[in-house]
């Protein structure tokens, strides 16, 4: 990646920057030279805005960063892909990409837990209960679980269901309370299916 060809395309290399964890594409800018520097030194994408003819980093009024992870260039060296951490949404619409796909919404809600779990916000239940210490975490997850192994029995479908998100979001908070990513769950299932 050293051999960047930056003459190529006018100084401004393309950057596609997609969710490290589920590779849903976030969104497009360009780097100059300085702006890839400072992406590199400092972890956190920057562009080279065009609208406004100056670097700026992704978040930098939002708040909304991009955590980089990987850095790639394509075969030409005339183009990048960043493996990136959202913090928060990427759009400025408030979407989590700034493209219309539907990304994974695990992962989604996992980011949102993320922002609350960082915010002063005391009216976030995710806030309170992870407030109350891993014991707490780990038994809300095991009253939703067995909650939904009794509804399981029954044939109400909509309790099921409703049951079945229950765990699922009291997993992804026991998740964070044990400083994991669902990432690295899934990891785990594609390292066994491979065996």
Known sequence: M???NFEK?????P?????????????LGYMNQEA??????TKQVTFFSRSKNRIWTKGETSGNTLSVKKIISDCDQDTLL???KPNGPTCHTGSQS???TQGNFLYELETILEDRLRSDDQNSYTKKLMDQGLNKVIQKFGEESVELIIEAKDQNKNLFLNEAADM???FLVLLQAKETSLKEVEDKLIERRKK
Do not use: E, S
Request: proline share 0%.
């Open 15 to 27: 950057v596609i920057v997609q969710d490290y964890r589920n590779l849903q594409v976030l969104m």
């Open 168 to 170: 699922l979001y009291h």
């Open 82 to 84: 960043i493996l990136a």
């Open 36 to 41: 890839l520097n400072i992406t590199r030194t």
């Open 98 to 100: 700034c493209f219309a």
């Open 2 to 4: 050293n051999n960047l």
């Open 9 to 13: 395309t006018g100084g401004l290399l």
